[in-house]
């Protein structure tokens, strides 16, 4: 990355930084104003500063009597500015000194770029506890955090290129304007970077408001965003409006990214894409740090429509769920922005960018949920998973398998960020061999028949990311993964669907495309036209399922909980249907890639359906029902096969798939329409 000199001058746009403190989060007025507006969640921002202890694990602490550094220290500087409580600032320094300043900067793919946040905020919200040697070391620090780390996260498509970089020395440079002398050109690198890199990715990524990344961006959004409105305090810039298609739909998106229902601690859970953890409530913070954006977004957005209905959407759940991040519910739980019924809000939406879908049948909490991914490849902390698809009512029910618990370990590298463990196709081609992960492990990768990437020797780097949108577009034969092909919410139904052909060696398939059409409030046809190069290489429709299910004249049922998922295996006729347990579920090619531990409930249960005679091309049809367990069964599917089409009748809607190509239409309510191409 270039380094940026102590004479670089501060770009016109950011001159507005005002000399007094604090600022980051606006005027002392303001900020009290803001503890009188909330005074519950400004007692609460009190109760963690003034009297918890510190925990030093890397997880929060969802009870009282211990809190996480980072929010003890940037709640004791809110308490101190606010209160004007002199003898609290001197304490919050001397932490701040103890904890980040006096030690050697964190390196690498660590939080040094939060370090510099909360020092930034104690810099600023405590401005007068600094004496003049103080204010050197912290600005010295500063300095060594950016100058040790000036090459690492240099990618946009990458979570740490916002979080754990470009917000760190941004908010320093904010912080710092006018008393050090590198500030100015602290921030024209952001300004730089954001113009050239960042705001480019997430326009092209992120159209939409989902992020590439997945589950990752659920964690680090907060992160950035409150940079962002930090900016907009300090200076007057409004840096959302640089990339509208990505800030002016993330709430949006993050608001279909949670499963429907409240879990731990009245938080919500957000559906996984990539590398993630989020089955408990604590990883990362994750889903504290995601509603906290969420209301960030919703503040900055306050008349538009659509992020009314988010603040409406954000009120059916109580708050931040960790004690310790009551300052996040004071600063930005704004209740006096306008709320529109989220319940007459649309029931799906569409990221462009990164190719995912989202969907529910409605917005009670005992909703059906539906997401799925097809899409080409941006970063490093993807999955080979295009075509995978989760339903969920009342709990999970088609999921993946797998536990991320050792980035780059044999478990992660053979099954957990492999095809087979998420529902999309193998085509097994014995000779195939896959490249070499660059995730670390040391080995060759088993063959599981499914998507493979050339991670050794490619312009990308690090795990499979692009370095910028221009390198993407120079290397598109590489990115260009997976194509989103159809969206269309029609309300009583939705069609969506896409071509995975690029996902997997051209070597062993010439044709994948997936079309599923979801009638609510919980049915699913799932249409697959797969041709492989050579018929014997065996073909498998994968269904990872949270638990195991009952067989009864070729139906499958599968019971979680409230929630219960059939599936009516209609194409191919007479499939074989192999239901793997136990370590089997783990289990392909003779070799077992079991994990050694969990972090959480996954599938327990992975379904491979096959055809029984070998053929070059073949249709997989497979209708899903997601429904309460005390209800009746759903009537089974039926299939009528002609030479140019497939119809399937259930649920009331007649739906015709063109075998030669993708498309087809759907009659329901006595009105037929065809099944629209993407535009």
């Excluded at 925990?55 to 009870?63: A, G, H, I, K």
């Excluded at 550094?69 to 320094?93: H, Q, W």
């Excluded at 989220?342 to 009670?364: N, P, T, Y």
């Excluded at 097994?428 to 050339?454: C, I």
Aim: net charge neutral.
């Amino acid at each position: 990355m270039p380094y940026y000199p102590v004479n670089t001058p501060l770009p016109e746009a950011w001159r507005g930084i005002p000399k007094q403190h604090p600022r980051l989060f606006g005027s002392l007025e303001r900020l009290k104003q803001l503890a009188l507006a909330r005074p519950e969640a400004y007692r609460r921002t009190q109760i963690i500063a003034r009297e918890k202890g510190v925990d030093d694990t890397s997880e929060p602490v969802m009870e009282s009597r211990l809190v996480h550094r980072e929010n003890k220290l940037i709640s004791m500087a809110l308490v101190a500015a606010i209160d004007g409580d002199a003898a609290l600032a001197r304490r919050t320094v001397d932490v701040c000194l103890d904890w980040h300043v006096d030690r050697t900067p964190h390196l690498g793919h660590t939080g040094w770029a939060g370090d510099m946040v909360s020092c930034s905020l104690v810099f600023d919200l405590c401005h007068e506890a600094w004496t003049p040697s103080e204010r050197l070391r912290l600005f010295r620090y500063f300095g060594a955090c950016r100058d040790a780390n000036i090459n690492e996260e240099p990618c946009p498509f990458h979570n740490g290129w916002y979080a754990m970089r470009h917000n760190g020395y941004g908010a320093a440079g904010l912080a710092t304007m006018h008393e050090w002398e590198r500030a100015p050109a602290f921030l024209a690198e952001v300004d730089h970077a954001l113009k050239t890199l960042g705001h480019p990715a997430l326009d092209f990524a992120g159209n939409g408001g989902c992020f590439t990344e997945g589950f990752y961006t659920q964690y680090w959004i907060e992160s950035w965003v409150m940079f962002l409105a930090m900016v907009h305090h300090a200076s007057g810039l409004d840096l959302f409006a640089a990339c509208p298609s990505f800030y002016k739909n993330r709430a949006v998106a993050s608001m279909f990214e949670c499963y429907p229902g409240l879990q731990e601690r009245g938080s919500r859970r957000g559906v996984a894409f990539g590398d993630a953890g989020g089955r408990y409530f604590g990883h990362q913070r994750e889903r504290d740090r995601n509603r906290t954006a969420r209301n960030i977004l919703i503040n900055h957005f306050r008349d538009d429509a659509d992020h009314q209905s988010v603040a409406s959407f954000q009120d059916t759940s109580p708050g931040c769920g960790a004690d310790e991040s009551a300052w996040k519910d004071f600063m930005f739980a704004d209740a006096t922005v306008p709320r529109r019924d989220h319940k007459k809000f649309k029931l799906s939406h569409f990221g462009r960018g990164a190719g995912m879908v989202h969907a529910r049948s409605s917005w009670e909490e005992d909703a059906t949920y539906f997401a799925f991914k097809c899409a080409g490849r941006f970063s490093g902390h993807e999955h080979l998973d295009n075509g995978h698809f989760y339903i969920v009512k009342h709990k999970e029910l088609a999921t993946r398998s797998g536990q991320y618990y050792e980035f780059g370990g044999e478990h992660d590298v053979n099954f957990h960020c492999r095809s087979i463990a998420h529902n999309t196709m193998l085509i097994h081609d014995p000779s195939e061999v896959f490249p070499f992960f660059l995730k670390g492990y040391p080995g060759w990768p088993a063959n599981d028949g499914g998507q493979a990437w050339p991670w050794v020797g490619t312009p990308f780097r690090h795990n499979g990311w692009a370095e910028s949108k221009e390198m993407w577009l120079e290397h598109r034969e590489l990115g260009d993964t997976g194509r989103m092909t159809a969206y269309h919410d029609a309300g009583p139904w939705l069609y969506t669907g896409g071509d995975l052909t690029r996902a997997y060696s051209a070597k062993k398939l010439k044709v994948f495309t997936r079309q599923i059409v979801f009638i609510r409030p919980g049915t699913f046809v799932v249409f697959d036209r797969v041709e492989s190069t050579d018929p014997s290489f065996k073909k498998t429709w994968l269904l990872h399922a949270a638990k195991p299910p009952s067989v009864a004249n070729g139906r499958l049922t599968i019971a979680h909980g409230l929630g219960r998922l059939t599936v009516d295996p209609l194409l191919p006729a007479n499939p074989l249907v192999t239901v793997n347990t136990g370590e089997d579920q783990y289990t392909y090619g003779g070799r077992r890639f079991i994990p050694a531990r969990s972090v959480g409930p996954c599938a327990e249960c992975r379904i491979d359906i096959s055809p029984r005679t070998p053929a070059t091309f073949d249709y997989f049809l497979n209708v899903l029902t997601a429904d309460d367990a005390n209800t009746p069964a759903p009537a089974a599917a039926t299939v009528v096969e002609h030479s140019d089409r497939v119809e399937v009748s259930v649920a009331g809607a007649v739906i015709t798939f063109t075998r030669a190509a993708f498309g087809g239409s759907i009659k329901i309510g006595g009105k037929e329409t065809s099944l629209p191409a993407l535009s």
